[in-house]
């Protein structure tokens, strides 16, 4: 290959020609401020923003009125959930989430811990899952909020949404989801879910960055929020600021293209997935996929390298944009908290790399891809003793390791 492989596309992605040339408009020629009445310039942007309004809620199968626009799913996170808590504090003040949750969902919740709500961080399986019955035997008659993610950022594990939202509403719960990571590649409707608040962004099914949406349901039941940016009152007062109206197109498209070519962007993304996968499995033994085989993303595979250090693979495969962990959290050399809540041991959790496939890849970079990860990993293995007694049958975990 004469040019980089970017397999990265859980950190963000390509923005695809299409969505910039909808966007281009509204820098140039109709930049109007959507809450400008009074003028052709603002008319139309308002009337673009309403477009994308439309374009989103139709790929999550909600109402436009529900759609809130931010300035992406960290924003979105934290209004939904201080939003809920501020609002609903006299009815409750407790909140649960999952151990695998992203830092947008776990660092508000460990905010609101400070100021005197309760939060119960629920345990999943080996392969990322929460059991619904733990679940349900966790929200208490003060419970206000279970908030989780659709799929898992480093894994790629789908949470039994259906199974959970049936629980939450039966209980008089409010349920949020961050769909982030699902967005482009799991069916999501907030209806059949009973799902209550959704978080979504742009930039990682194909849009700009700085532009996100919270969806609010507006019946069955009704959802309030406390809006945590006040001034001018936008978005129905949820919340204020000048609209991003080039972001926002670019958001609409961006849905609007995923939903146009849905089965033919989770087949190509299946494709790609698999190839890798079993071409790195059939080429090197002691390979494992963490995450659940059968309820996963088709986008992404985290796979562990037993006897190899994760980050120097990395540094040996320099042409090929990869990642240890998650974005969020790439700035610290701990083994990811993902994995080690799967049970993953640190030594395992340290050799892994997450491979995330875009609409952009083709079969030609999985396989150039497949063979370099080969070579790599047979590299730094050839330097490992452990690899070698691995080998000849020793078994590592019963080695009484001298400290001389």
Partial sequence: MDRSIYLDNHATTRLDPRVLDAMIPYFTEDYGNAHSRNHT????????????????ASLIKADPKEIVFTSGVT?????????????YREKGNHLIALETDIRSILDPLHSLERDGFTVTILPVDSKGRVDPEKLKEAIRPETIL?????????????EPLEEIGKITREKGVLFHVNAAYAAAAVPIDVNRMNIDLLSLNAHLIYGPKGVGALYVRRK???????????????????????LNTPGIVGMG??????????????????????KLENGILEELDYVTINGDADHRSPAVSNLSFAFVEGEALLMGLKE????SGSACTSSTLEPSYVLRALGVGTDLAHSSIRFSVGRFNTEEEISYTVRRVKEAVSRLR???????????????????????
């Fill in 41 to 56: 310039f603002g008319w139309k942007a308002e009337e673009a923003v309403d477009k994308a309004r439309s374009e989103v």
């Fill in 253 to 274: 498209m961006a849905c609007r293209l995923l939903a146009e070519h849905w089965d033919a962007e989770i087949a190509h993304l299946r494709t790609l997935r698999d």
């Fill in 146 to 158: 279970v908030s989780m993610m659709a799929a898992n950022n480093e894994i790629g594990t789908i």
């Fill in 382 to 404: 050839d330097m490992s003793p452990l690899y070698e007694m691995a080998k000849e049958g020793v078994d590592l975990k019963s080695v009484q390791w001298n400290s001389h």
């Fill in 75 to 87: 924003e979105s996170d934290n209004l939904a959930i201080k939003g809920i808590a501020e609002m």
């Fill in 220 to 242: 069955n039941p009704r959802v309030r929020l406390t809006a945590q940016i006040d001034g001018g009152g936008h978005e129905r007062g949820l919340r204020s600021g000048t």
């Fill in 320 to 323: 090929i944009a990869l990642s």
